[in-house]
């Protein structure tokens, strides 16, 4: 379902972007199986900072965590989650993924999220991510 958008890389960053490409793509993966919590363990740094679009961040991962334990128990039932776009710049460490999502949340409302996540990678992890989306809705 996701498309890769990306330049050639040269061939000395090949390696690096391959690396980058697949732990991106298994992070897509851990999301699509409701793997939320596990994905967190798995790619995120230690200091990792995750914001929502210009909210102060949320630093490290206990905290992240935590954050994300608050939001799946607030998911009666995931709907849909579909990967639109992934970019990536393997040599300054970044991804950008496009995605909407669909829910139920436990207050039996549905809802319906169109955003954008930057993430910075450093060492296989991911240093920072700022999710973008419309709070309008």
Same mark, same amino acid.
């Given at each position: 379902?996701? #498309? @890769?958008?990306?330049? /050639?890389? @040269?061939?000395?960053?090949?390696?690096?972007?391959?690396? &980058?490409?697949?732990?991106?793509?298994?992070?897509?993966?851990?999301?699509?199986?409701?793997?939320?919590?596990?994905?967190?363990?798995?790619?995120?740094?230690?200091?990792?900072?995750?914001?929502?679009?210009?909210?102060?961040?949320? !630093?490290? &991962?206990?905290?992240?965590?935590? /954050?994300?334990?608050?939001?799946?128990?607030? !998911? =009666?039932?995931?709907?849909?989650?579909?990967?639109?776009?992934? $970019?990536?710049?393997? $040599?300054?460490?970044?991804?950008?993924?496009?995605?909407?999502?669909?829910?139920?949340?436990?207050?039996?409302? #549905?809802?319906?999220?169109?955003?954008?996540? !930057?993430?910075?990678? /450093?060492?296989? =992890?991911?240093?920072?991510? =700022?999710?973008?989306?419309?709070?309008?809705?």
């Amino acid at each position: 379902m996701s #498309t @890769a958008t990306q330049s /050639r890389p @040269a061939a000395s960053s090949s390696a690096s972007h391959q690396s &980058l490409e697949a732990r991106v793509n298994d992070l897509v993966s851990y999301i699509r199986d409701g793997k939320i919590i596990e994905a967190m363990h798995e790619f995120y740094a230690d200091d990792t900072q995750m914001q929502e679009n210009n909210n102060p961040p949320t !630093v490290g &991962l206990a905290a992240n965590i935590e /954050r994300e334990h608050k939001f799946v128990a607030s !998911v =009666k039932r995931w709907i849909a989650f579909d990967v639109n776009s992934i $970019a990536i710049d393997a $040599a300054r460490g970044k991804a950008a993924i496009q995605s909407t999502s669909a829910f139920e949340g436990v207050d039996g409302k #549905t809802y319906r999220v169109d955003q954008v996540s !930057v993430q910075t990678w /450093r060492g296989g =992890k991911i240093a920072h991510e =700022k999710f973008y989306y419309d709070t309008a809705k």
